[in-house]
């Protein structure tokens, strides 16, 4: 008989508990959090025949791929789904936890969630930790300007001369603010640096990635969308059809409907937030920078003059993650124009 383990996972320790297929407890304890000592007390406990549960969380593809390794069918489990079943037990335990997500590994009321492999998590953080460090040189230039600003000092729209530049040559006629500014710009021309050193290593993944390669044909897209939505999606056949992939980012408007109402809102936002910003740009990029004749800016031209601008960039950015799928599945380029059928 099949039997089912819910892992409730911490920093230094993992709740585990067993279960029949009837939901008669077998067995529940702790061990510390390893993928080779889980594993061995769910082998002991458990047996082969086993259905493994874990949670969402920043430790769980560590845990996963050690633990699938080792021979073991694990799940994980959408945190926010789980919830509300867990919170129908009246004391909360990490074993009432760990017992309660057993217990939906037997019922099946549970939709599994794709665990990245750990290439694409070692991506992932390349390009957070580029994207943190885009932001606080924003944060530090914005800062920057309202100092000056408060003195009459104006570096600036950013055409022309760097920005360093321009604020170093405010700064020769007024050595107090110079006291102020001059240490924030430094941290700002080192976070430059850093950022720049992480341009090159995104470069060099694109370059060796034919995958990144293929969709840079795309209008719009570069090495870093490219990037992003590859380490994002990983794996197009996780849909059945493209058109999903733009609900797989958020870029779906939200539905309420309840008896008379029927109404929808804002788009979801429930994807990588990275992913979808970087396809908004590129819908920017394709109504604003694309000078050649495109069907595809014509499509969202005529949304802007209907919906307005807001609408006609949310659309065209669903409408480019669909299209990255396609050019994906298929393993052709783009094409910037239809092709002409032969009679």
């Known amino acids: 008989m099949p039997h089912y ?19 008669r407890r077998l067995w529940r304890g702790v061990c510390v959090t390893d993928p080779g ?19 969402t969380g920043s430790m769980t593809p560590w845990l996963v ?50 665990v990245k ?16 460090l ?20 104006l570096p600036g729209t950013g055409r022309g001369l760097r920005f360093d530049r321009r604020v170093e040559a405010l700064l020769e006629g007024a050595p107090e603010i110079g006291l102020i500014v001059r240490p924030l710009l430094a941290t700002w021309r080192q976070l430059r640096e850093q950022i720049a050193v992480f341009d090159k290593a995104v470069q060099r993944q694109v370059k060796a990635d034919p995958i990144c390669r293929l969709l840079m044909t795309v209008p719009g897209i570069g090495a870093l969308s490219s990037l992003v939505y590859v380490s994002t999606v990983e794996d197009p056949s996780r849909f059945t059809r493209s058109r999903a992939v733009g609900a797989h980012l958020g870029l ?23 992913a979808r910003t970087l396809m908004y740009e590129a819908a920017i990029v394709i109504l604003h920078r694309v000078k050649q ?5 014509d499509w969202a031209a005529a949304i802007e003059q209907r919906s307005g601008p807001g609408k006609a960039r949310v659309a065209l950015a669903r409408k480019l993650s669909v299209i990255l799928h396609s050019v ?15 009679a």
């Open 252 to 274: 779906t408007p939200r539905r309420y409907q309840s008896g008379e109402t029927d109404r929808s809102g804002h788009i979801s936002r429930c994807g990588d937030s990275l």
């Open 293 to 297: 004749s495109l069907p595809l800016k």
């Open 37 to 55: 000592a889980i594993s061995a007390r769910v082998l002991k406990h458990a047996g082969v025949d086993v259905k493994v549960g874990v949670e």
């Open 5 to 23: 383990v819910g892992l409730d996972v911490s920093q230094k320790t993992t709740a585990i508990c067993v279960v029949d297929e009837r939901g």
């Open 328 to 342: 994906w599945r298929s393993g052709e380029p783009f094409r910037w124009a239809p092709q002409t059928i032969a």
């Open 117 to 132: 492999s750990l290439d694409a998590h070692r991506a992932r953080a390349l390009l957070g930790a580029r994207a943190q």
């Open 134 to 153: 885009v932001g606080m040189t924003t944060r530090l230039s914005n800062m920057i300007r309202g100092v000056l600003k408060t003195f009459g000092l």
């Open 65 to 114: 791929h050690g633990l699938r390794s080792a021979g073991l069918h694990v799940e994980c489990l959408d945190a926010r789904r789980v919830k509300a079943a867990l919170q129908m037990r009246l004391n909360k335990t990490d074993e009432n936890d760990a017992e309660g997500l057993a217990q939906v590994m037997r019922t099946g009321w549970y939709r599994p969630v794709h």
